[in-house]
Structure formats: structure tokens, C-alpha cells
């Protein structure tokens, strides 16, 4: 599927300002922002938190490079390109799991 029919399916963001990833410590270690460019990473995150329990786990990470559809090619062809892929590609491949907290408008 790609992203942008992936996108159609997943909740909706408009209540949502932005959404901020946290460490174990609780510690904000980045915002994805409801903003254009920003936006669909803000609802593959936000989706992927609901379904896994308000955390991105390294499976959630792994689900939702799948999302990105074509997307991810161009992610790993081009690193740093698209930094929301790259860090679930690096989460999927670790054991820790993230925390979501959102920011509403």
C-alpha cells in the first residue's frame, strides 16, 4: 500500500499540535510536529502509539516502516533524508521502547 492510502486509513490528527517521543527517563528526544512535512509522520506515529499500548516498542517500529510504502527506499537510499524513518529504522532494530506523549492544539 502506499503512504498516502495508508495515511487515509489511520486516525485523524487535527486535535493534535504535535506529538513528542520520550527515553525510559521521560526525556523528550524528539517532536514531530502537526505542520506540513511533518504531518504524516505525526499520524503514523500517533497510530502506531494507539495500537501499541501509547509506546513505539521496536515491533511498533518495525509496523510502521511498512506504513511509509515507498517511502523507505527512499529513506534508506538517502540517510538523514527523512530522520522520521530513519529513527524507526533504528528502533526496529533495537530493544527499547519509547513513550508518546501528545501535545494537543
Do not use: C
Not at 511533518?38 to 502506531?48: K, M
Not at 523507505?72 to 522520521?84: F, I, M, Y
Not at 519509547?98 to 492544539?105: C, D, F, I, N
Request: hydrophobic content about 50%; proline content about 5%; overall charge neutral.
Amino acid at each position: 500500500m502506499n503512504f498516502a492510502t495508508r495515511l487515509q486509513q489511520l486516525p485523524a490528527i487535527a486535535h493534535l499540535a504535535a506529538l513528542q517521543l520520550l527515553d525510559a527517563q521521560g526525556q523528550v528526544v524528539a517532536t514531530i510536529e502537526n505542520k506540513p512535512g511533518q504531518a504524516g509522520s505525526l499520524a503514523v506515529y500517533h497510530a502506531l502509539a494507539q495500537k501499541h499500548g501509547g509506546a513505539i516498542t521496536p515491533a511498533a517500529a518495525a509496523e510502521g516502516l511498512q506504513w511509509y510504502g515507498e517511502h523507505l527506499a527512499d529513506a534508506q537510499a538517502h540517510p538523514g533524508k527523512h530522520p522520521n524513518i530513519d529513527r524507526l529504522l533504528a528502533w526496529a532494530a533495537g530493544s527499547a521502547s519509547y513513550g508518546v506523549r501528545l501535545v494537543a492544539r
